[in-house]
């Protein structure tokens, strides 16, 4: 990393430290890369509103495959973000919800969302003026 990546990052709010965490081997890029990715983030919003089960996080979430929740549903518990209870009924059910840690992670998401929902227009504009730029040469 040379001298100005430091002092950018720096300036940024992040120290050389920090920087060092995103190798590939580093443990918390593994966790970063769980709780960024677009399933864990949307799973967390939708146990936000409480325990769900199953069925109905896979109904709030249109386009995730049984196999692809499943998975993220194991890693977010796993990492201690959700917990998962077996219901004594008839079938068996099982219901998630937001472990104490996973709560933390609440505020931080509302601020991305809301950053999201008001800098869509301008990544639109961004969007549009590349795809111009790129259809010109």
Not at 3 to 8: C, E, R
Not at 76 to 104: F, I, K, Q
């Amino acid at each position: 990393m040379n001298d100005m990546t430091v002092s950018t990052a720096e300036s940024q709010g992040w120290n050389t430290a920090c920087m060092a965490h995103f190798h590939a081997e580093c443990p918390t890029r593994a966790l970063f890369d769980q709780i960024a990715d677009k399933w864990s983030i949307m799973i967390l919003a939708v146990l936000e509103q409480g325990p769900q089960r199953f069925n109905t996080i896979r109904r709030a979430l249109e386009g995730v495959s049984q196999k692809s929740l499943t998975q993220t549903l194991r890693r977010l518990e796993r990492n201690g973000l959700v917990t998962r209870r077996v219901l004594a009924t008839s079938p068996v059910a099982v219901e998630y919800a937001l472990s104490p840690l996973g709560e933390t992670l609440i505020p931080p998401f509302r601020a991305l969302y809301h950053w999201v929902k008001t800098s869509i227009p301008a990544v639109n504009a961004a969007r549009a003026a590349f795809d111009a730029r790129q259809a010109e040469g």
